[in-house]
């Protein structure tokens, strides 16, 4: 199964990523979480991304291109993978079409966790709070100011792929407005639906019970 999860900051990207890939054994592919350890270990992609990312802006498309391209020839992708926060803009969404024709793969999915705006912040201090609450290091861009950035770049720069994939008959929409339970198990419908999984999968992935929300 490879799916990409679609969504702003605080949707729920993250959460709903982490039980999929709970389910269906298949990769996280999260290009935050790999740009925030490259960081960490102050790598060249991550010198060059650490200021880009505190100030909430996007790190260029040819570095984020690069590392997904080389993350999906991982032996753990070839089972299948979910992409979150990645692609963001539609030259990314053409470059990934490119890697997986190239890779010969195809895209089950594309999922869009639709939320309201006026959610958001508040999702994200919640999460801030958890954090610092779990004894985490919190994220430099979780702040009032790095939020609006990244809602503004979501808005300008990501927001028409929803359009892009709807055109490729590729788009699904849920209301991420729901409780956690309720996304996961209308995204296992949905999944059913399309035959990406089997309908005993879905009805067990909605059933299941840990509520970590570590990220959006
Ligand atoms: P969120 O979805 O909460 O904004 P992420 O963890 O997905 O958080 O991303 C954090 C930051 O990493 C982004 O604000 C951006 O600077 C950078 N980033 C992540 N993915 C991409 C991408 N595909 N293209 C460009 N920049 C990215």
Same mark, same amino acid.
Request: no cysteine.
């Given at each position: 199964m490879r799916l990409i999860l679609l969504g702003p900051p605080g949707s729920g990207k993250g959460t709903q990523a982490q039980r999929l890939v709970k389910r269906h054994g298949i &990769?996280?592919? =999260?290009?935050? /979480?790999?740009?925030? @350890?490259a960081v960490a270990a102050q790598t060249p992609v991550g010198l060059k991304a650490k200021d880009i990312m505190a100030g909430g802006g996007l790190v260029p498309d040819e570095i984020?291109?690069?590392?997904? =391209? !080389?993350?999906? *020839?991982?032996? *753990? @992708?070839?089972?299948?993978?979910?992409? *979150?926060?990645f692609p963001r803009t539609v030259p990314q969404a053409e470059a990934l079409d490119q890697l997986?024709? $190239?890779?010969? %793969? $195809? #895209?089950? @999915? +594309?999922i869009e966790l639709r939320v309201? !705006? =006026? &959610?958001?912040?508040?999702?994200?201090?919640?999460? +801030? &709070?958890?954090m610092k609450a779990r004894g985490e290091e919190v994220?430099? *861009?979780?702040?009032?100011?790095?939020l609006?950035?990244? #809602? &503004? =770049?979501?808005?300008?720069?990501? /927001?028409?792929?929803?359009?892009y994939y709807s055109e490729r008959?590729?788009?699904?929409?849920?209301?991420?407005? %729901?409780?956690?339970e309720h996304v996961t198990r209308e995204i296992g419908r949905i999944l059913a639906a399309i035959g990406a999984v089997e309908a005993r999968a879905a009805r067990k992935a909605g059933a299941q019970g840990s509520s970590r929300h570590r990220q959006a």
């Open positions: &990769a996280q592919l =999260s290009t935050g /979480e790999m740009l925030r @350890a984020v291109v690069g590392i997904i =391209s !080389e993350r999906l *020839d991982q032996p *753990d @992708a070839a089972k299948g993978f979910i992409l *979150d926060g997986l024709k $190239k890779k010969h %793969m $195809k #895209l089950d @999915a +594309v309201n !705006e =006026s &959610a958001l912040l508040q999702r994200v201090e919640s999460r +801030v &709070a958890e994220r430099v *861009d979780d702040t009032p100011e790095g609006t950035r990244r #809602l &503004a =770049s979501y808005r300008t720069l990501t /927001e028409p792929l929803i359009h008959r590729k788009l699904l929409t849920v209301d991420g407005m %729901m409780t956690i």
